[in-house]
Each structure stands twice: as C-alpha cells, then as structure tokens.
C-alpha cells in the first residue's frame, strides 16, 4: 500500500527555518507530481508549494513565495520543504500529497493521496 510520511515539523522562531520532508513508501514508478498543503487553524486548506514528478518544474504559492523553496530526489522518493524567513502565520499543520497528473498543480482536487501532517509552530 502507497503511504506518505512527512518528517520535520517543530518550533521555531520567526525569521528562522525549518525543513520538512516526504517519503513515498510501498510504491512503484508512479510519475506524478507532489505537493505540500498546510492548515492552519480555523482556515481552508492552503497549498503552498508543488513539484513535477522529474523535479524541473515548480509551483510556489504566493503566501509564501520567496521564502519557500521545494526540491524532489526521485531515486529515493522523497520531496523537501524548505521553508525560510518564517513567520508566525506559517504555523499550520503542513500535508505531504501526491498529485494524479505529473505537473505541478494549485488544485487540492489533483491530489488523491496526502500524509498524516506534521505541525509547524513559529512564535513572534
């Protein structure tokens, strides 16, 4: 069975860092891309940053663009997030997902597969 664990998740202060990875475990060649979605408490479901399934292309969402960044290792089928220049409304539940489509995509309804979340906490 296809699962997706996302590692990473803490404290930090704002305007530091963190980096959150996802692994596809139990999978075969699937050739999609994967995105990360964060909730933060009391909002809709946020996308934040997405990746093709070669890691050439890239989308990153505005809340967070320029701090942001998302890479992808296809030998071992992981995917980073790493998030700079924090801030304390990045504080959210952030969500590994995997796409039906190998583009990148904003849509949560490309995206048939997430993990469990790791939460990210930032103070002031």
């Known amino acids: 069975q296809v699962q997706l664990v996302e590692s990473g998740g803490g404290s930090a202060q704002a305007g530091g860092s963190l980096k959150l990875s996802c692994v596809a475990s139990?999978?075969?060649?699937?050739?999609?891309?994967m995105a990360w979605f964060r909730q933060r408490s009391g909002k809709e479901r946020e996308f934040v940053a997405a990746?093709?399934?070669?890691?050439?292309?890239?989308r990153i969402g505005d809340s967070v663009k320029g701090r942001f960044t998302i890479s992808r290792v296809t030998a071992t089928k992981t995917i980073t997030l790493h998030m700079d220049f924090l801030e304390p409304e990045d504080t959210a539940v952030y969500y590994c997902?995997?796409?039906?489509?190998?583009?990148?995509?904003?849509?949560?309804?490309?995206?048939?597969?997430w993990g469990q979340g790791t939460h990210v906490a930032v103070s002031s």
């Open positions: 139990g999978r075969t060649d699937r050739r999609y891309a």
């Open positions: 990746i093709g399934w070669s890691g050439a292309s890239t």
């Open positions: 997902e995997e796409a039906v489509r190998g583009s990148p995509s904003e849509e949560s309804e490309d995206y048939d597969l």
